[in-house]
């Protein structure tokens, strides 16, 4: 319960024949946490994939291709392998994926074809529109031999116009008011020796050419031309729409096909290439790894069943040194709090595991923090709905849950409802009062500092003592809590007795942690300090209520209207007070374990324990 699973090195050794029995059974099991051969083991050489694993490989991007095409996501549970997707074997899968792929790119074909049509409609309908603001007919953009042309925007017409006039007369230009930034749209039609002079005056003016590629060549009205365009764009749309219906359609009919597919080749797929992870020679295999020790006996019956006793498992515990994979074993209630470990760091194998102990205090802390009836069963009621509605947010749910249990149960000791301590002349009972008794609850505070900081030195006792033996544990952890009875000593009883305590301390904690305990000295006092904020964030927030309360209790007594009003601001100043509450409760209370209480005896950094055949063993 205070430290991860119990785990045991295995080698698995067999002839190569067995091999692909071998690894089918390792994946069914997912007990072994494989560790990958390097080529310097054994003297032997990292293995090869099964022949199989290319025809896999290239089969799943195709279904993940498919998928993607589809907007096919989520998770389906594999429970029988090809019988869940419908199919005998891989050949039956591959032909079922190979003609749903066909289908899907010619879709997909036909609808790219459309948008790229429309995307060109859509330029050729701006630039019409462009001729037809004008006035201008569809063959007056015809080549020339004496004339040459210019069509865009300009700032101002006019302007140009004068400008023009400067260097030539033999110019005709046509003009209209475009939109606010574009100013005007213009074509001019000029003698084809002045073209140069013509592009210099434009090009002082803001000229911004529009092309007219696609315009060139048409003839007749504009405005049957737009029409043309716009029955055009509406054929391309409906064959857009019929495209995504039927894109639709396969998405519904194939869905849990390729979920299932996706899964089946991952797992097969993770099969084939195990070999990379082994030590091969011609005619054995080696694979090296971790397994829990209760499953242990599992394994070796399982494994010589499927091989025909053909294959032999050596286990052996742990030596110094050794990374070993970590799997949490908590009880069920504390099991939630994994999840704090997994956001900070998993334990090392052979350290306490602080779950069980950050089950109790959190929501003790959390509690104390938000310490209300009223907020607490809000809250309560609000994290199942989002446990309900937001499944992926569950880890963090589960946690804040005992949490808000732990804040109504304090909020019957602190007598307080949504920050009133009386409602009709009747006082609520109470242990404590949050808003009237500040000195008790700053010196209740930190009280729970002083008791949990002292526990993590103990919990570091028993970890240093593992490792450094019973003098350099006890100058190393237990140290520190003599230092504080030193001080104790100093200021209840007597200088010189406490003084003689705390350098003896001092020196021991020389001993264990040499000059970094000497640089964490000061460093006792305000994490001790620290825990302050248990009274100070809880005492801010009930103050809070308190003032929301009397402005909502002012305004009522203003009639009606003022009810209302004093209803709203209730409800508003409750919701962002609760918020603040939560926030708070939660941040303060995790950071008073991470770096109050952890630093005192855990260290972390192990990996997880990942077996073979489980979604996420590589």
């Excluded at 802390?365 to 609000?382: A, H, P, W």
């Amino acid at each position: 319960m205070f430290a991860p699973e119990r785990m045991k090195r295995v080698t698995v050794i067999g002839p190569s024949s067995v091999m692909d029995r071998a690894v089918r059974e390792l994946h069914r099991l997912k007990a072994v946490h494989i560790t990958d051969h390097s080529k310097g083991e054994f003297e032997l050489d990292i293995g090869s994939p099964f022949e199989r694993a290319d025809r896999l490989s290239e089969l799943l991007v195709t279904v993940r291709a498919i998928s993607s095409a589809l907007g096919v996501s989520g998770k389906k549970e594999l429970m029988n392998g090809f019988r869940a997707v419908g199919m005998k074997n891989l050949a039956g899968l591959n032909k079922a994926v190979k003609r749903l792929n066909s289908e899907v790119s010619s879709i997909l074909a036909d609808a790219k074809e459309a948008e790229e049509k429309l995307k060109k409609l859509s330029l050729k309908k701006s630039q019409l529109e462009f001729v037809q603001k004008l006035g201008l007919g569809l063959d007056a953009f015809s080549d020339y031999k004496s004339l040459a042309y210019f069509v865009g925007t300009v700032k101002d017409a006019q302007k140009l116009r004068k400008s023009l006039l400067i260097a030539t007369d033999k110019f005709e230009l046509f003009s209209a008011e475009g939109k606010k930034k574009l100013g005007f749209v213009i074509a001019l039609f000029i003698d084809s020796g002045k073209k140069a002079e013509a592009a210099e005056v434009l090009a002082a003016s803001g000229f911004a050419e529009m092309p007219l590629a696609d315009v060139k060549g048409l003839s007749g009205p504009v405005s049957a031309a737009i029409e043309a365009a716009n029955k055009e764009r509406s054929r391309l749309e409906r064959q857009v729409e019929a495209n995504e219906k039927l894109l639709a359609r396969l998405s519904v009919k194939w869905h849990d096909f390729l979920l299932l597919s996706e899964q089946l080749l991952a797992a097969e797929l993770e099969k084939a290439e195990a070999p990379l992870r082994f030590a091969v020679s011609k005619s054995a295999f080696v694979i090296q790894g971790w397994v829990p020790a209760s499953e242990l006996d599992t394994l070796e019956a399982t494994l010589s069943k499927a091989t025909g006793e053909r294959i032999f498992v050596e286990a052996e515990p742990p030596k110094q040194g050794d990374t070993v994979p970590v799997r949490m074993s908590n009880p069920k209630p504390a099991k939630p709090f994994e999840f704090f470990m997994r956001l900070y760091s998993l334990p090392k194998y052979d350290e306490i595991d602080p779950t069980v102990f950050t089950f109790i205090t959190f929501p003790l802390f959390f509690g104390f923090i938000l310490g209300d009836v009223g907020y607490g069963l809000v809250t309560f009621f609000l994290l199942f709905w989002l446990k309900e509605k937001f499944p992926a947010a569950s880890g963090l749910v589960n946690v804040l849950i005992p949490a808000s249990v732990s804040s109504i149960i304090f909020g019957f000791l602190f007598g307080e409802v949504f920050g009133f301590e009386q409602a009709f002349g009747v006082e609520f009972p109470q242990l404590i009062s949050r808003a009237h008794e500040i000195n008790a609850m700053l010196i209740t505070a930190v009280a729970i500092g002083l008791l949990h900081v002292n526990l993590g030195f103990v919990l570091g006792f028993v970890n240093e003592l593992k490792h450094k033996g019973l003098f350099k544990a006890f100058c190393a952890k237990l140290s520190w809590i003599i230092l504080q009875l030193g001080v104790a000593v100093w200021v209840f009883w007597g200088a010189k007795a406490g003084i003689a305590v705390s350098a003896a301390a001092v020196a021991l904690i020389y001993i264990g942690e040499s000059m970094r305990g000497m640089v964490e000295l000061p460093g006792l006092l305000s994490n001790v300090v620290s825990y302050t904020r248990l009274a100070a964030v809880g005492i801010s927030s009930v103050m809070l209520a308190n003032v929301i309360n009397d402005i909502s209790k002012g305004i009522a007594q203003s009639g009606t209207i003022g009810i209302a009003a004093s209803v709203i601001i209730l409800f508003i100043g409750h919701t962002i007070n609760l918020a603040l509450g939560l926030l708070g409760g939660f941040l303060q209370s995790l950071r008073l374990h991470y770096v109050e209480f952890f630093t005192k005896f855990f260290e972390g950094g192990a990996i997880p324990f990942k077996p073979f055949g489980s979604a996420q063993s590589k």
